[in-house]
Each structure stands twice: as C-alpha cells, then as structure tokens.
T-cell receptor, first 114, second 112 residues
Framework: QQQVKQSPQSLIVQKGGISIINCAYE??????FPWYQQFPGKGPALLIA?????SEKKEGRFTISFNKSAKQFSLHIMDSQPGDSATYFC?????????????FGKGTKLSVIP | NAGVTQTPKFQVLKTGQSMTLQCAQD?????MSWYRQDPGMGLRLIHY???????DQGEVPNGYNVSRSTTEDFPLRLLSAAPSQTSVYFC???????????FGPGTRLTVL
C-alpha cells in the first residue's frame, strides 16, 4: 500500500512559470511533511518542510500548501529556473515503535526549459 | 565536516557474490538508515539504526544485513547478490529519527 502518492511523474515548465507538484497521504499519524530535491548523481537534500498545524510555508520561491482535511499537500515553485531542474520527492514522517520513519513519494522529475 | 560519505560510488557484481557498502558520518548522529532508489519507486527504507548496537528492518530488508558497532559507521551487506538488487543505494543520518535526514552521494550497484 502506497502511503504517499505523488503526482505528476514528470513535469515540463517554461522558465519563469510556476511548477506545482502534488502529494496525498492516508495515514493521519503523519506529523511532518518534508520535500527533498535531488540533482542527477547526487543524494536527496531537504528543500522545505511543514507541520500539519500550518496551512502554508514559504521559503523564497518555494511554497508548501497543506490541506489537513483533504490529506493533501503540494509544492509550488514560483518563477521556475533551469537550475530548478531536478527530481522532487515529497515525504511524510510518522512515529513508530521506538523511532520515526520517513515514507517517500515516488518522485517528480521537473524540467525547466529556457 | 565531510557529512555522510559512501563507498564505493559504483560497483558491478555477479549473481551470488557478496559485498559490503560502506557508510560513515562525522556529525555524531544517532540515527542512520539505508534506502534503495529504483526508477519510479522513490526511496524505500532497507534498514535503520537508532544508535550503536541497535538496528531494525525497514520496508525492504530481505537480502541485506546491517550492523552498527560505532556511532559513525553503518555498513550494508549483501549476502548473495541478485539482479533484483540492482539499484542506487543511499545512506542517511540524522540527530534523531525525528530530525532532518542528511543523505550521502549514493552507491550505484549493478548485479549481473
């Protein structure tokens, strides 16, 4: 059972446009929702994260929107740049027996074309 | 700080061979984990450790062993490699399991 569903699989956006990636979850025990950015040949790196008591978080051109009732959250990249071309993963953290576990979506490959 | 380091960067194995993927961190993090990344599958947790001497299974542990004798090192052992284990393997560490995880650069493994 896929606990975090991410869409779309791939996305092509023109430079200056808005990139939007969506994620949905089912487990209400998730209590922290990070987004990771991965460039080719590199490991994922934390981009931005949100807790469910907040509906929106903005850091520069990157914004997370969170809808707790719908169990959905999304990443918006404003004024998208070619340097934003990467694979983006949403994730969700849940407490478990003795530790938290991070569950990832399947990823979205973003290409920003000049 | 070097952060999280992984060796080797690339490896080709034949079916049935064994090998160890190395992972080390110099941030004094208690929590370390191994993920595998396959096309269209995201990152899946193989094993994790909440501290030296403590390990546990993740989502896809079969065919892999881990140990954690020191805080710094968390090697992943493939006992008898299979083509299904062809993947990119990432090690990550964090202060605790609830904190931001920092990923290494990955090991690309091909099993023929």
């Amino acid at each position: 059972q896929q606990q975090v569903k991410q869409s779309p699989q791939s996305l092509i956006v023109q430079k200056g446009g808005i990139s939007i990636i969506n994620c949905a979850y089912e487990n209400t025990a998730f209590d922290y929702f990070p987004w990771y950015q991965q460039f080719p040949g590199k490991g994922p790196a934390l981009l931005i994260a949100i807790r469910p008591d907040v509906s929106e978080k903005k850091e520069g051109r990157f914004t997370i929107s969170f809808n707790k009732s719908a169990k959905q959250f999304s990443l918006h990249i404003m004024d998208s740049q070619p340097g934003d071309s990467a694979t983006y993963f949403c994730a969700a953290l849940q407490p478990g027996a003795g530790s938290y576990q991070l569950t990832f979506g399947k990823g979205t490959k973003l290409s920003v074309i000049p | 700080n070097a952060g999280v380091t992984q060796t080797p960067k690339f490896q080709v194995l034949k079916t049935g061979q064994s090998m160890t993927l190395q992972c080390a961190q110099d941030m004094n993090h208690e929590y370390m984990s191994w993920y595998r990344q396959d096309p269209g599958m995201g990152l899946r947790l193989i094993h994790y450790s909440v501290g030296a001497g403590i390990t546990d299974q993740g989502e896809v542990p079969n065919g892999y062993n881990v140990s954690r004798s020191t805080t710094e090192d968390f090697p992943l052992r493939l006992l008898s490699a299979a083509p299904s284990q062809t993947s990119v393997y990432f090690c990550a560490s964090s202060r605790t399991s609830a904190d931001t995880q920092y990923f290494g650069p990955g090991t690309r493994l091909t099993v023929l």
